[in-house]
Structure formats: C-alpha cells, structure tokens
C-alpha cells in the first residue's frame, strides 16, 4: 500500500480494520492461555501492551500485532507440572532477556551469525517436535477431560463435537475463501461451542460469576532456576520463526525492514513484550503470520491499524463477562483444534527442512535429526542436582551443539515468506 493509501484512512476506518484485525488473531491468543491455564483476559493484555511497546521499540514503522506463542504450550504445560505456574514464569521472562542478548549478536555481527548458529537442520526438526510432543494433551482434552459436566458425558459425544470442530477448521483453511481463510481457529472453536451448547455440555458458571469489568487475574512470577534453564533452549525455534515472520511482512508491505529498522530492533521488541508478559503472568509474544495474510489481502499494511488492535485487546481483558466466557469453551472444543494444530505445527518443521533444501542423504544431517527427534518426541531429561534440561529443551541444545561440532556445514535458514496460512 503507498503512503498516499494510508493517508486516506480516516479514523473510523483505522479502527474498523484495527479490530478486525484483532478479530483475526483472535481465537489464537485465546487459545495458548487456555491450554496451559492462564487466564486468557491476561493473553489479551499483555498482547496489547506487548504490541504497543514493540511498536515503541520498532519506531512504529513495522506493521505487527504479537500474541501468544504457539512454540512455548508443551514447554509451558512441562515447566507448570514441575515447577509450578510463578516459577516458569520466571523462565519466560528469561526468555524475553535471550531475546535481547541474540537483538545484541545480531547487531554486532549481524544475521549470518544466528543462521550458522540455528541452521534448518536444527530448527526444523525442533519444530517438529514441539508439534508432535503436543499431541497427547489434544488427545486427552478429548478423551479425559478435567471439567465435571464432561466428566459424565459419554466419550463418543466427546469425540463427536472435536471431530466436527476438526473438520470446520479443515474445510476452512482448505476451502476458505478471503478473510475466512484466515481465522479457521476462530471459525472451528464458533461452531464447535454452538454444538456444545445444543448438546448441553457447557457449565455458564464461570460467566455468571464474572463481573461485567475487572482486571485480569495476573500472577506474580517466582524466580526459579530449574524453570529458567528449562525454558531458555526453548526460544531457539521462536528466534528463527521471528527471522522469518520479517521477511513475510516485509514482502507483503514491500519494505525491507531487515534493515529499517533493523531485526535487532524487532528481536528487542519481541523479547521486552516477552518479559512484560511473563512479569504480568501471561504468555509469551510473537508475530502472527494469520495477521500478515489479513494484510496481504486487505492491502493494509499501515501500523496504526494494529495499533488499534492493541488498544482494542487490552479493552476487551478489562471485560469480565469476555474472560468468564472463553473460561466456558469445553475441552472437547478444544482438543479438536488441537488435533490439527499441532499436526501443522509438526508440518511447519517438515517445510522448513524442504524449503531450506537440506539434504537428508548427507551423514551429519541424518544425525542431527534423529537425535534432536528422538531426544525431543521421547521426553528425555539431563539432571545435575537442582539442574534439569528436558524434552524440547534439551534437544534445541544437543542440535545446535552437533551441528557445531560434526564436520561440514548445514544450509542457513531459508528465507521464505509466510504465504501459507500457518493455523
């Protein structure tokens, strides 16, 4: 879009499209904190505050909104069972700071310092295995759901409504046409809480309970070195996802914003948004490629837009009856999103591997992705006394450490634009 488009949006126009763009992102933001058990009124905040302060840190050039991480569910769900929800908290703020040690590489020595470190033969596989180590909680929202109501409805009802939650979203990304195509999530969860609801398996308790407006349920962070050195390695994936996520949104718009205002700026912004969220109690932040498809076919890439969106998001946390009622989504709602998701997810991985061209005939190859697959899907853990790596943790760490030391070199991640809807 040229300047001369932007300036023609009025006011009222930037905010219709700044909360349809909120509107887009949506059903994803939500979604993170209700699986791993935050109240989903703080995703939406730090989302908008998270945004906002990207925007700061970015010179409010670049046209982003940042919600909750996809990469961080199984990390966050690991690090809540082991060391609690304050302390892994602490390991997410810890996150944002690796954000801003790699901003710090990468204006040193710029970008081809982190594609040597983080090739796509390490990143892909580490991808895939977040996906796939995720496929058993989508399973077990269905199958052993934790709600009482669901508790004592039969398993075959249960699977019905995530199958026909699972097949909306295909039909949708499949078939989707326009601004459709870009919220499947949205679209899945609508009509699989519709069918819930005809079917009498949705409690309202949560939104009778909830005041008309409050503030979030925020959650004080307890520092924890265990949480802290299990979540670190996890931001490896998220780091390369971002590289990616600028070239996507700067081919859309056609700006390079590599250079202006420079990936070690959007890196920081990424990484402040994290910590704040992690401060606050919420998940942590990234681009959303659903958002760049919402540009790219709008033809709106001005960041006063999403700027809206931002606002728009920490208005609508300040809404109890909003929180009480995304709370009262039943699981089996949830866990069938959940069986597509994660699967794409996996898929993401398997593409990062085809569009980097990485040659699987190659020894050292072969090695870095059976080990980093074998490590990350069989859950193993590396404990020292109090120190404990595990799962996708320790697999991010063992691949960059093989491929450092194995002899050869790997390809550096190919520089695609998100033009698949990635749900």
Do not use: C
Not at 143 to 153: G, N
């Amino acid at each position: 879009m040229t300047s001369t488009n932007l300036n023609q949006l009025t006011g009222w126009k930037r905010t219709v499209l700044g909360i349809q763009f909120l509107f887009v992102a949506f059903g994803a933001t939500v979604l993170v904190p209700l699986l791993v058990g935050i109240d989903p009124a703080v995703a939406l905040f730090t989302a908008g505050v998270g945004t906002l302060i990207f925007h700061l840190i970015t010179r409010g050039v670049v046209p982003v909104f940042l919600g909750s991480s996809f990469a961080f569910i199984a990390p966050i769900i690991a690090s809540t069972e082991m060391y609690g929800l304050a302390g892994t908290l602490s390991g997410l703020m810890a996150v944002g700071l690796v954000y801003g040690v790699m901003s710090t590489l990468i204006k040193l020595r710029g970008i081809r310092f982190i594609e040597r470190l983080f090739p796509s033969v390490v990143v892909g596989p580490v991808i895939i295995v977040i996906g796939l180590s995720l496929a058993p909680v989508a399973i077990n929202m269905v199958q052993s759901p934790s709600a009482e109501i669901l508790q004592t409805t039969g398993i075959g009802l249960r699977w019905l409504v995530a199958a026909v939650v699972l097949g909306t979203a295909i039909v949708v990304v499949t078939f989707g046409k326009g601004m459709m195509k870009l919220i499947p999530i949205f679209i899945g969860m609508a009509v699989g809480y519709i069918l819930s609801v005809l079917l009498g398996i949705v409690d309202y308790s949560a939104i009778l309970a909830a005041d008309w407006f409050s503030l979030p349920e925020f959650t004080r962070p307890e520092f924890s070195w265990g949480a802290i050195l299990f979540m670190i390695p996890v931001a490896v994936a998220p780091i390369i996802e971002h590289v990616g996520d600028m070239y996507a949104i700067g081919g859309v718009v056609e700006k390079n914003f590599i250079e202006k205002p420079g990936l070690h700026r959007t890196l920081l912004g990424d990484g402040v948004a994290t910590f704040f969220a992690g401060v606050m109690g919420g998940p942590p932040n990234t681009t959303y490629s659903e958002v760049t498809g919402a540009i790219s076919l709008t033809k709106v890439g001005d960041p006063k837009v999403l700027r809206i969106a931002a606002i728009t998001a920490i208005v609508f946390s300040l809404v109890g009856k909003i929180s009480g009622f995304l709370k009262t989504i039943p699981e089996p709602v949830l866990g069938g999103i959940m069986l597509l998701l994660f699967g794409m997810i996996a898929s993401v991985g398997i593409k990062t591997l085809i569009d980097s061209k990485t040659n699987m005939n190659i020894t050292r190859n072969q090695v870095i992705v059976s080990v980093v697959l074998t490590l990350g899907v069989g859950g193993a853990t590396l404990q020292w006394g109090s120190f404990s790596l595990a799962g996708i943790g320790l697999a991010s760490v063992v691949g960059v450490v093989l491929n450092l030391i194995l002899p050869g070199h790997s390809l550096r991640v190919h520089e695609t634009k998100e033009d698949d809807i990635v749900i």
